[in-house]
């Protein structure tokens, strides 16, 4: 099996047609949609309990990207030319405080990439984007589906081999290795737990960390009121312009 730097050489991004200066300096590359986490409550908790794992994992280690729902841009001036996944993960890089993450500009992909789809939704829908996420060598990508209800696979991940991805397999409980990062993941209920694979160790959700979950809801529900008041006073002063007219 080949190593991480032997996977990224050998699957790199293709390259595109360098933009001229004076017109790349014109392109505005945003740097968010307005939507910081998904619509679905289940897809939004599980992806944070998921950064959350990953955080403490990578807590002593330098030189990591561990970013969500940033906007990757992949072709030099064309800004629609984007990916979001909802975890993604660079080893031995420093992103520093740039917004967006510019393959041409940052020069490697992601080594791991994960995107927790819509109860509504199947893996198997997923051909498109896991295709592109090869093409752009991105080393790991793993996808879950959080509703427990559902039936079929909740979680699978797939590894880079050449430009191609081939499906990991499963361990008996149903857990599947990351070697990049060095965890496992398993669904357990509408989450995925997290363990190091070097001691064994499971890593908390948010929601078992109490104070931190209460911060994460009191920023939630003051966001909400902002959010009522906003639309309250846009309601009002359209009110006003109706009587006005």
Do not use: C
């Not at 857990?175 to 070097?198: D, F, K, M, Q």
Request: charged share 30%; no cysteine; glycine share 6%.
């Amino acid at each position: 099996m080949a190593d991480r730097k032997t996977i990224a050489q050998h699957a790199a991004v293709a390259p595109v047609e360098r933009t001229p200066p004076a017109v790349a300096e014109s392109v505005h590359y945003p740097d968010s949609d307005g939507h910081f986490l998904p619509a679905h409550p289940l897809q939004a908790r599980a992806v944070m309990n998921v950064r959350f794992a990953l955080q403490h994992h990578f807590d002593k280690v330098d030189n990591v990207v561990l970013e969500g729902d940033m906007f990757m841009y992949y072709e030099e001036g064309n800004p629609a030319a984007s990916i979001a996944p909802d975890v993604y993960v660079v080893l031995d890089h420093d992103l520093g405080k740039r917004g967006v993450y510019k393959f041409w500009t940052e020069g490697k992909p992601p080594d791991f990439a994960l995107d927790v789809i819509s109860p509504s939704s199947k893996i198997r829908n997923e051909v498109r984007k896991r295709t592109l996420y090869a093409r752009l060598g991105i080393g790991e990508y793993f996808l879950f589906q959080p509703d427990p209800q559902e039936r079929g696979r909740r979680l699978v991940g797939y590894r880079l081999w050449g430009q191609s991805y081939e499906e990991m397999s499963a361990e008996p409980d149903g857990a599947v290795h990351s070697t990049a990062l060095g965890v496992s993941l398993r669904v357990e209920g509408a989450n995925l737990r997290l363990r190091s694979l070097a001691s064994g160790r499971d890593y908390a959700w948010i929601e078992e960390n109490p104070r931190i979950f209460e911060a994460i809801e009191a920023r939630t529900r003051a966001a909400e009121a902002r959010r009522r008041d906003a639309e309250a006073r846009i309601a009002e002063l359209q009110t006003l312009q109706r009587r006005s007219g």
